[in-house]
């Protein structure tokens, strides 16, 4: 989630003990933060297996947060599910641009295709070559898979030993999660990690319109319905935008 | 319906991955679903941060969480990395609750 493309000119030839370095700075980082999915699931209301299932077998962060948010804050578990699956959604993108660059064997994909997530394609589209992608992408995978499960457990298991995890500011962490994925995919994309023509770009008015969206729908609508109102803001403000074009 | 719902997200999520991974580039190369592609998770995310930040139950309050939202987007600006940006909204968030009771 640091790590960004952001060179220009010809790439310098990288050496392999650097690209093994980012991949696990960035790896163990976010995999510690499983210990606050595992903390924040169990205050939900998710049992220990519950929590551990998601971090194997979803295995994308934000689409974890968003569940066990939604069903701590009493929506019903398949609008929740709809939720986290818009956030799932953009991990076929970065599988796209992945396939590409890594040109995975046909009996690779399926195992690779876990662990196509916002930190591994980070890490994996910022080298210079092939080679250093595919290691980027398997050391980042195979370290933020381990770690991220083990401290789901732990957060899980040490849940009940914290108590009431908004005590401890736990229930700050989810959208902490989030502003700071917001901020990656803010920075990265077409600008090529600047903010400078940030203005020029859709991102930051369908933040906004999303939060606005999301929070006057809040006192109306039943719990879990509000984020997928929010959601509408993408393809609004696409059609506001084309429509502006094509007036000037 | 809990084991229904991470059985659905799982099995989604698994599926757009290895979609990604597996359809030819010039499915999902369109313009307009590659913008929209880029969007919906912006908007999603933005949703989500005011509805965890603000809500409680089906009313809207401003409290410590606001505070220690502020405390990671001030992480942010500063470059922090992914983990302290996460533990300063949760340190300030106890913190603010702490002294105000």
Redesign the interface.
């Known amino acids: ?2 790590a960004s493309p952001t060179q220009t000119g010809p790439p310098p030839p990288k050496p392999r003990a650097a690209v093994v370095r980012d991949a696990l700075g960035v790896g163990i ?2 995999g ?2 499983g210990f ?1 999915f595992g903390v924040t699931s169990s205050g939900a209301g ?1 049992s220990v297996a ?1 929590t551990c ?2 971090s194997l ?4 962060g ?2 974890q ?3 066990v ?1 939604a ?1 701590g ?2 929506g019903a ?2 609008a ?2 709809a ?14 641009r ?3 660059l890594l040109a ?1 064997p046909a009996a690779l ?2 195992l ?3 662990w ?2 916002d930190e591994t394609s980070a890490v994996a589209l910022a080298q210079p070559d092939r080679a250093a992608a595919r290691l980027g992408f398997t050391v980042t995978g195979v370290s933020l898979y381990l770690g991220w499960n083990v401290t789901t457990l732990l957060g899980a298991l040490g849940a009940s030993a914290l108590g009431d995890p ?18 990656s ?2 920075r990265g ?1 077409n600008s090529r990690g600047s903010w400078r023509r940030i203005r020029e770009r ?2 930051p008015v ?10 006057a729908s ?2 109306f609508l039943p ?1 879990g319905v ?2 997928l ?7 609004a ?2 059609v506001v935008n084309r429509r502006r074009r094509d007036l000037s | ?6 059985a ?3 099995a ?3 599926a ?8 030819p ?1 010039a499915v ?2 369109r313009p ?1 679903v ?22 409680e ?4 309050v401003v409290d ?2 606001a505070a ?2 502020a405390a ?2 001030a992480a ?1 600006l500063l470059r922090a ?3 302290v ?2 533990a ?8 603010v ?1 702490a002294l105000t009771g």
């Open positions: 989630m640091t980082t976010v510690l933060s606050v998710l519950q299932a998601l077998l979803v295995f994308t934000a689409s947060f968003a569940l948010g069903i804050a009493g578990p398949f929740a599910a939720g986290a699956l818009f956030l799932g959604a953009r991990n076929a993108f970065y599988g796209l992945l396939s590409q995975l994909r399926p690779a295709a876990q196509v997530i908004s005590a401890w500011g736990l229930d700050a962490a989810g959208p902490a999660v989030f502003l700071a994925l917001l901020a995919m803010m994309g859709p991102e369908t933040a906004l319109a999303a939060a606005v969206l999301a929070l809040l006192p719990a509000p984020i109102v929010a959601a509408l803001a993408a393809p403000v696409l | 319906m809990i084991w229904a719902a991470i659905l997200v799982a989604g999520c698994y757009v991955k290895l979609l990604g991974l597996s359809v580039a999902l190369e307009m590659r913008r929209l592609a880029a969007l919906v998770p912006i908007a999603t995310l933005a949703g989500l941060i005011a509805l965890q930040t603000f809500g139950g089906r009313t809207l410590a969480r220690g939202l990671a987007a942010l990395p992914f983990l940006v996460v300063a909204a949760v340190v300030v968030t106890a913190a609750r």
